[in-house]
């Protein structure tokens, strides 16, 4: 984990500004606030987590291009822990993250060095924040990610943005 202040991205710190000015003076944004349009660019660095209360869980329903190359796959529809069959502890590590933010309500920032599957290491850093229909809990967690791949690192096929 990252502060949030210590991001440096232009396309993370877009969707992070993106997502304060819909916030305005509530809690965190509603889904219904996102525009696509607004950050169509973007689209292939964004995913998007659906909370589910009861029980609590979390379903990946959206991965950008980006994302899915980077890790190997478009798992659309998949719980978040069934990750854990693709990559070992990756699932769980994931599921911890977006759990804080549906928690806590508020945006989380991450950033180092990832291994992609199959093509070794990158450097990344992400945002992750909350979406709510009624203002009080999380429904859904809306990410943007943004990767820095390097050559000597043969991490070919994967559209590379400098972090």
């Known amino acids: 984990m990252i502060r949030l202040k210590d991001l440096s991205d232009p396309i993370v710190l877009f969707m992070l500004d993106y ?9 965190m944004p509603s889904p219904d606030d996102m525009n696509p349009a607004d950050f169509a660019r973007f689209m292939p660095h ?4 659906q909370v589910d209360w009861e029980p609590f ?14 890790h190997g796959g478009n798992y659309a529809g998949r719980k978040v822990r069934d990750l854990d069959e693709v990559s070992d502890g990756f699932g769980s ?4 993250l977006f759990r804080m933010v549906a928690l ?6 991450a950033g180092g060095t990832l291994a992609s599957l199959g093509r070794g ?12 229909f009624n203002g009080e809990r ?4 809306v990410c943007c990610s943004s990767y820095e791949v390097r050559a000597e690192l043969g991490l070919s096929g994967v559209s590379a943005t400098t972090i």
């Open 138 to 141: 999380s429904d859904r967690i």
């Open 19 to 27: 997502w304060k000015k819909k916030r305005g003076e509530r809690r």
């Open 57 to 70: 869980d979390l379903t990946y329903r959206l991965l950008g291009g980006e994302i899915s190359d980077v």
């Open 46 to 49: 964004l995913q998007m987590i």
């Open 93 to 96: 590590m994931m599921y911890e």
């Open 104 to 109: 806590d309500c508020r945006p989380y920032a």
């Open 121 to 132: 290491y990158t450097r990344f850093q992400g945002v992750y924040m909350p979406l709510s």
